[in-house]
């Protein structure tokens, strides 16, 4: 008895051993120093991972979908063919895990989904106490990261004049930043960015009254320094004027003044920074920012925030990490990509270094673009960061003007001025990547990059101080060989049938051609398919019909043409709202019953005569409300029966349409005293 009790209490002491090594496994090393450089009781702010999501067979049926559907539909270009435009990594976190957190009292800063993982406040106690929990399974410092230095202009301000006649727009001071990397030439072939979504993730926006941004498409905003809706300046932690100054450069417009690369784009705008004191800059807000507007459709992130190693006491990442698979924000810029969406970063102010890179995360990244800066001379910028990634990879990416700038004054709402830094060559460059996309929107991600890298100035020998050079945007958008050229379209829908007619200049290895509809511009039906010339240098005529009734009031519709290979492109979408009814159709009148009047409406199918008479029920005429010649579409008149008494009357319409089509209805109405 004596022995067996020994022998229990033995396995109970080696299983709480083996316990609590497995436990103190979840703390990293990085954990534990932080949790032994400081008191018991100070609030450390941390990665918790999951084990998992729990039961997620859920999420696997029905019509359940993570992110909207412009997401989803972005997201097809970087799926295989058969397969959901997301995968596990897009699911919810399981929210039993985050209420155990809570309960403890760990304080939950931002969920992320990418991750399986919260960012929370924990102390030693709290994060010991989590060790315990089997769903956890590790727990790491956030890393702290250092602001990018700001830049004082580095060279005098060099303006260049633009040329009479030549170009659409009137760019202002803002000409020789954009002529350095060909954007007037584009916007002169009408691509200004259109159907791109861009994300600006910065330090804040706070004069969004700015006359450069009265145009300017704001689908979304969020602060997640301090989790709120508002961008801008108030009584919250953060200055935004840097946030000011790199959107005008993106996206502002305003003629003869500031003119950014793609000022029809849509955008999504992030406050991812504190700026209100040296405290070190914490990379989760970023990522919750990368995942939030992945979800709205983003095409395209700008960050103008290049992020590296913070001094001691604070531990964080060196240029040892930048290695493209160390920073976490740098693992969530690549997994943005492979979600579909191109991902720009400055690559920082930090200059030169002999023996080393200076880059600032996530510009590391194998699938991020990052942006360097030139002058007006094409130079590199003295401040510009250099690469190469430790594993050995060319960096920067890419370079655009980054010295005296011309952007919005954050002062004045009418007011421009320069800055410097790679702030503001990340922007116009990721404004030359919307135009790329929106000449070419089924490109992915990786061929957007090619098209920007191997169409610069420096592409024949890339280096780690200019990368592949100076972008050229007139020469990115035309990258990838077009196998249709000189493609016109037009549409029309009558008497219930769709009629499409396009043409071409020429076609090269051009398989065919398919027409869609949609009567949302978010659901696509295939309408058909034509077959395509082939190679050919003589322009061609299309005529696509179909019979489609339909009682929507528009219709959107476009043409995917479709190559040899099996690639595909879409023309610009046309919408059509003046659909004529298939058939005459006297409608009921409104309000019925009335007093002291009503509208009748009819559909006219053609042009013809439309003859509407009042009658009693005793089938006496009491009035001709109309007789006279009618156009397609919807006809109506107001009957006002002021002199007639109560009662029930009839209307009745006969209508003769060209064609000789003649067609009577009645319908009945009650009049009210």
């Given at each position: 008895m004596k022995n067996r009790f020994w022998i229990v209490l033995s396995v109970i002491l080696l299983t709480s051993a083996l316990a609590a090594q497995q436990g103190s496994e979840k703390l990293t090393p990085g954990m534990k120093a932080r949790i032994a450089d400081n008191s018991p009781g100070t609030s450390h702010l941390v990665w918790i991972y999951f084990t998992d999501k729990g039961d997620i067979s859920v999420f696997k049926q029905g019509d359940y979908t993570p992110v909207s559907p412009k997401s989803l539909e972005r997201r097809k270009k970087v799926t295989a063919p058969g397969t959901l435009p997301y995968d596990e990594s897009d699911l919810p976190v399981n929210s039993l895990y985050i209420s155990r957190l809570e309960q403890s009292g760990i304080q939950i800063k931002h969920i992320s989904r990418w991750f399986n993982a919260v960012s929370a406040y924990a102390t030693a106690a709290q994060l010991q106490y989590i060790q315990s929990l089997p769903f956890v399974k590790l727990a790491d410092p956030v890393a702290l990261l250092k602001k990018p230095a700001r830049i004082q202009e580095d060279e005098p301000v060099s303006l260049l004049k633009q040329p009479d006649g030549v170009y659409v727009f009137n760019y202002g001071n803002s000409f020789a930043q954009l002529n350095q990397i060909k954007v007037p030439e584009v916007h002169?072939?009408?691509?200004?960015?259109?159907?791109?979504?861009?994300?600006?993730?910065?330090?804040?926006?706070?004069?969004?009254?700015?006359?450069?941004?009265?145009?300017?498409?704001?689908?979304?905003?969020?602060?997640?320094?301090?989790?709120?809706?508002?961008?801008?300046?108030?009584?919250?932690?953060?200055?935004?004027?840097?946030?000011?100054?790199?959107?005008?450069?993106?996206?502002?417009?305003?003629?003869?003044?500031?003119?950014?690369?793609?000022?029809?784009?849509?955008?999504?705008?992030?406050?991812?920074?504190?700026?209100?004191?040296?405290?070190?800059?914490?990379?989760?807000?970023?990522?919750?920012?990368?995942?939030?507007?992945?979800?709205?459709?983003?095409?395209?992130?700008?960050?103008?925030?290049?992020?590296?190693?913070?001094?001691?006491?604070?531990?964080?990442?060196?240029?040892?990490?930048?290695?493209?698979?160390?920073?976490?924000?740098?693992?969530?810029?690549?997994?943005?990509?492979?979600?579909?969406?191109?991902?720009?970063?400055?690559?920082?102010?930090?200059?030169?270094?002999?023996?080393?890179?200076?880059?600032?995360?996530?510009?590391?990244?194998?699938?991020?673009?990052?942006?360097?800066?030139?002058?007006?001379?094409?130079?590199?910028?003295?401040?510009?960061?250099?690469?190469?990634?430790?594993?050995?990879?060319?960096?920067?990416?890419?370079?655009?003007?980054?010295?005296?700038v011309t952007v919005a004054s954050t002062s004045s709402n009418t007011g421009y001025t320069t800055s410097s830094g790679t702030s503001f060559s990340c922007p116009l460059a990721a404004g030359v990547a919307a135009l790329v996309l929106s000449a070419n929107p089924t490109l992915t991600p990786m061929q957007v990059r090619d098209a920007l890298r191997n169409t610069a100035s420096n592409a024949a020998a890339p280096n780690r101080e200019m990368g592949w050079g100076i972008v050229n945007a007139l020469s990115a958008i035309s990258y990838f060989v077009t196998p249709v050229e000189g493609w016109s379209m037009r549409a029309s829908y009558i008497s219930g049938r769709l009629n499409l007619e396009?043409?071409?200049?020429?076609?090269?290895?051009?398989?065919?051609?398919?027409?869609?509809?949609?009567?949302?511009?978010?659901?696509?039906?295939?309408?058909?398919?034509?077959?395509?010339?082939?190679?050919?240098?003589?322009?061609?005529?299309?005529?696509?019909?179909?019979?489609?009734?339909t009682t929507a009031s528009k219709i959107f519709v476009r043409i995917k043409q479709i190559d040899l290979g099996g690639s595909f492109r879409y023309m610009n979408e046309i919408e059509i709202d003046n659909i004529l009814p298939a058939e005459f159709a006297l409608l009921q009148n409104y309000p019925n019953p009335f007093n002291p009047s009503t509208r009748m409406k009819a559909d006219i199918p053609e042009a013809g005569n439309l003859n509407i008479e009042i009658y009693t029920v005793t089938g006496e005429r009491a009035m001709v409300l109309f007789n006279g010649a009618v156009a397609p579409g919807q006809f109506s008149a107001d009957f006002t029966p002021a002199d007639l008494p109560a009662g029930i009357y009839l209307a009745r319409a006969v209508f003769q349409g060209v064609s000789g089509q003649k067609v009577s209805q009645t319908t009945k109405m009650t009049y009210l005293k």
């Amino acid at each position: 008895m004596k022995n067996r009790f020994w022998i229990v209490l033995s396995v109970i002491l080696l299983t709480s051993a083996l316990a609590a090594q497995q436990g103190s496994e979840k703390l990293t090393p990085g954990m534990k120093a932080r949790i032994a450089d400081n008191s018991p009781g100070t609030s450390h702010l941390v990665w918790i991972y999951f084990t998992d999501k729990g039961d997620i067979s859920v999420f696997k049926q029905g019509d359940y979908t993570p992110v909207s559907p412009k997401s989803l539909e972005r997201r097809k270009k970087v799926t295989a063919p058969g397969t959901l435009p997301y995968d596990e990594s897009d699911l919810p976190v399981n929210s039993l895990y985050i209420s155990r957190l809570e309960q403890s009292g760990i304080q939950i800063k931002h969920i992320s989904r990418w991750f399986n993982a919260v960012s929370a406040y924990a102390t030693a106690a709290q994060l010991q106490y989590i060790q315990s929990l089997p769903f956890v399974k590790l727990a790491d410092p956030v890393a702290l990261l250092k602001k990018p230095a700001r830049i004082q202009e580095d060279e005098p301000v060099s303006l260049l004049k633009q040329p009479d006649g030549v170009y659409v727009f009137n760019y202002g001071n803002s000409f020789a930043q954009l002529n350095q990397i060909k954007v007037p030439e584009v916007h002169n072939l009408g691509i200004t960015g259109q159907g791109v979504t861009i994300a600006v993730m910065d330090a804040g926006f706070n004069r969004l009254s700015h006359e450069s941004f009265n145009t300017m498409n704001i689908i979304a905003k969020w602060d997640f320094v301090n989790n709120d809706p508002g961008v801008g300046d108030s009584t919250d932690m953060g200055y935004g004027g840097h946030g000011t100054q790199t959107l005008s450069t993106i996206g502002g417009f305003k003629e003869g003044q500031l003119i950014g690369p793609a000022f029809s784009s849509a955008y999504i705008l992030a406050k991812t920074e504190n700026t209100d004191s040296e405290t070190p800059i914490e990379e989760d807000n970023w990522i919750a920012a990368a995942e939030w507007a992945d979800s709205i459709g983003a095409d395209v992130f700008s960050t103008s925030l290049g992020y590296i190693g913070f001094d001691a006491p604070y531990p964080s990442y060196t240029w040892q990490s930048m290695d493209g698979n160390t920073a976490r924000i740098t693992i969530g810029a690549d997994l943005a990509v492979k979600k579909g969406i191109v991902v720009l970063n400055s690559a920082g102010n930090e200059g030169f270094h002999s023996t080393q890179n200076t880059l600032g995360a996530p510009s590391d990244g194998d699938s991020v673009i990052a942006v360097g800066a030139v002058g007006s001379t094409g130079n590199r910028s003295s401040f510009s960061s250099v690469g190469n990634t430790v594993d050995g990879r060319t960096k920067p990416d890419i370079m655009a003007r980054g010295s005296s700038v011309t952007v919005a004054s954050t002062s004045s709402n009418t007011g421009y001025t320069t800055s410097s830094g790679t702030s503001f060559s990340c922007p116009l460059a990721a404004g030359v990547a919307a135009l790329v996309l929106s000449a070419n929107p089924t490109l992915t991600p990786m061929q957007v990059r090619d098209a920007l890298r191997n169409t610069a100035s420096n592409a024949a020998a890339p280096n780690r101080e200019m990368g592949w050079g100076i972008v050229n945007a007139l020469s990115a958008i035309s990258y990838f060989v077009t196998p249709v050229e000189g493609w016109s379209m037009r549409a029309s829908y009558i008497s219930g049938r769709l009629n499409l007619e396009w043409q071409t200049t020429s076609e090269s290895n051009n398989y065919g051609f398919e027409p869609e509809y949609s009567f949302d511009r978010l659901n696509w039906q295939s309408a058909g398919f034509v077959e395509g010339a082939g190679t050919t240098m003589q322009a061609r005529v299309y005529n696509f019909s179909i019979l489609l009734n339909t009682t929507a009031s528009k219709i959107f519709v476009r043409i995917k043409q479709i190559d040899l290979g099996g690639s595909f492109r879409y023309m610009n979408e046309i919408e059509i709202d003046n659909i004529l009814p298939a058939e005459f159709a006297l409608l009921q009148n409104y309000p019925n019953p009335f007093n002291p009047s009503t509208r009748m409406k009819a559909d006219i199918p053609e042009a013809g005569n439309l003859n509407i008479e009042i009658y009693t029920v005793t089938g006496e005429r009491a009035m001709v409300l109309f007789n006279g010649a009618v156009a397609p579409g919807q006809f109506s008149a107001d009957f006002t029966p002021a002199d007639l008494p109560a009662g029930i009357y009839l209307a009745r319409a006969v209508f003769q349409g060209v064609s000789g089509q003649k067609v009577s209805q009645t319908t009945k109405m009650t009049y009210l005293k």
